[in-house]
């Protein structure tokens, strides 16, 4: 079935350092793919998205490309913040019709200022 | 702005006590999903709704039940709600077409003794 797998661990970094956070998926077909961040209290909120091979979403400075050929989604940005320390979750569309999004297990990013 | 409300941002029940859970949304979104967020888990899905009194069985539907009797309201149901359901709980809604961003609500986390 649709999954998607996730870099094990938290990731704790220092403040500007490159970030680099994993995700592969499998699915049937060519699903959309998504980044979601949830902030410390928050619910989950999409950072980026990308619907087709080669699309490269961007969003506050992050960044992921759709690679068809080796099945990723890996998350990145340049020179992280204190306030990028959140829960990073990647998620694809499992079917259409209904918008129904299977979720890896997240991995915690803490920046140390 | 989105808004999905939650009930409760925390509740404590005791264990075989009947809990519900609510979540409103204030657009006309069809779609209306129920997940739980575990440590080392991430978030999985419990039910979802798409469309008035319809529901769908998620991957983790036992022990709980759902209602939709109006289009803006998302019930969550412990029938008899046991410790191992203990859990940060997260609504979420979507349109049933196009945009497959889902809108999440802060959480109800929920402890049971």
């Known amino acids: 079935g649709n999954s998607v797998t996730q870099m094990e661990g938290p990731v704790t970094l220092s403040e500007e350092a490159f970030l680099t956070i994993n995700c592969t998926y499998t699915a049937t077909g060519y699903p959309s793919l998504f980044w979601y961040v949830q902030y410390p209290g928050e619910g989950l909120q999409l950072l980026l998205k990308a619907t087709k091979a080669d699309d490269k979403g961007s969003n506050k400075g992050f960044e992921a490309t759709y690679r068809k050929e080796t099945t990723s989604f890996h998350l990145e940005k340049g020179s992280v913040q204190v306030s990028d320390s959140a829960v990073y979750f990647c998620?694809?569309?499992?079917?259409?019709?209904?918008?129904?999004?299977?979720f890896g297990k997240g991995n915690q990013v803490v920046v140390i200022p | 702005d989105v808004k999905v409300t939650q009930s409760s941002r925390y509740l404590v029940k005791r264990t075989g006590e009947k809990v519900f859970l609510e979540c409103v949304q204030d657009m006309d979104h069809e779609n209306m999903f129920w997940y739980r967020q575990d440590p080392g888990l991430g978030l999985r899905l419990i039910y979802f709704s798409y469309d008035v009194k319809m529901k769908e069985k998620g991957d983790i539907p036992e022990g709980y039940s759902v209602s939709r009797e109006k289009k803006e309201r998302f019930s969550l149901i412990l029938e008899s709600a046991s410790t191992n359901q203990t859990s940060m709980y997260l609504c979420?809604?979507?349109?049933?077409?196009?945009?497959?961003?889902?809108?999440f609500g802060p959480g109800t986390r929920l402890l049971v003794l």
């Open positions: 979420a809604r979507s349109f049933l077409e196009g945009s497959e961003t889902q809108y």
């Open positions: 998620a694809l569309r499992v079917a259409y019709g209904n918008n129904r999004l299977a």
